[in-house]
């Protein structure tokens, strides 16, 4: 079946599809063969250059203008347009443009959606577990090596900003509708980190003593996982 979308731009579905016992019939092209687009020579496309910043903004919006289902109206997506590009035009670090990339894919509010550069990826995170209570964020469960934490404790702030704030701030940036996956998300965000990082935390503690500590990310994140643990804090809170 053959279909035309808008102008310029047709569809083929098969009515039919044949497999064989890896892929689908025919096997298409290596991906490394096919040419989608061609980049102007001479211009390397990298979050420091302007040039290259609009073009891939334009890239991606054009990309959701025409496959994007949700949108509310085509206005509002023009506009849309343009704010990225203006703010993209003032980005003056990787870090900026990255936040912009984010923004474009938190208005899409689609949780399948994220931004991140490859080089940002982290494998080290503070050596606690998190959970959010009603809209109170608790240690669920803490990493052996850990002398000055308790499971059940309260955190207060986080580097002297108080910590709702703190992570509604890191929730702008992420896309999706459901606010529960985004406070999962932002917890996931302020764990992870360079090796060594520190923040500053103010605790409460469970006999309502505040204090403050110290905590690195020192510790790998697949060595310390989710349990069943933090269920039996809750009944100590």
């Known amino acids: 079946h053959t279909g035309t979308l808008a102008s310029g731009i047709k569809f083929y579905m098969p009515l039919t599809l044949y497999t064989d016992s890896i892929t689908t019939l025919p096997h298409p092209a290596p991906l490394s063969k096919l040419e ?9 496309l990298n979050a420091g ?10 890239d991606l919006w054009n990309m959701f203008n025409h496959f994007y289902i949700y949108k509310d109206s085509q206005k509002e997506f ?9 703010r993209t ?3 003056n670090s990787n870090d900026d443009f990255l936040k912009t990339l984010q923004l474009f894919s938190a208005s899409m509010e689609d949780g399948n959606s994220r931004a991140w550069f490859g080089i940002n990826e982290y494998s080290y995170g ?16 803490i ?13 207060l702030e986080i580097n002297s900003e108080p910590i709702d704030d703190y992570l509604k701030d890191k929730e702008k940036y992420i896309s999706g509708t459901n606010p529960n996956w985004k406070r999962i998300r932002s917890l996931a965000i302020m764990k992870t980190g360079e090796k060594g990082s520190v923040v500053n935390l103010k605790i409460k503690g ?8 110290s905590v690195k990310r020192d510790i790998l994140l697949k060595e310390l996982l989710e349990s069943r643990y933090w269920m039996m ?3 100590r809170v």
Do not use: Q, W
């Open 49 to 58: 250059n302007r040039i290259s910043r609009y073009l891939i903004i334009s």
């Open 36 to 44: 989608l687009y061609k980049i102007p020579e001479g211009l390397g």
């Open 78 to 86: 023009d506009k849309l347009l343009v704010d990225l590009l203006i």
């Open 89 to 91: 035009s003032m980005d």
């Open 143 to 155: 990493h052996p090596s850990v002398l000055n934490l308790k499971p059940g404790d309260e955190i």
């Open 206 to 213: 469970i006999d309502g003593k505040i204090s403050e500590e």
């Open 126 to 141: 503070l050596p606690v577990l998190l959970r959010s209570i009603e809209d109170r964020i608790f240690i669920a469960d």
């Open 233 to 235: 804090v809750i009944d």
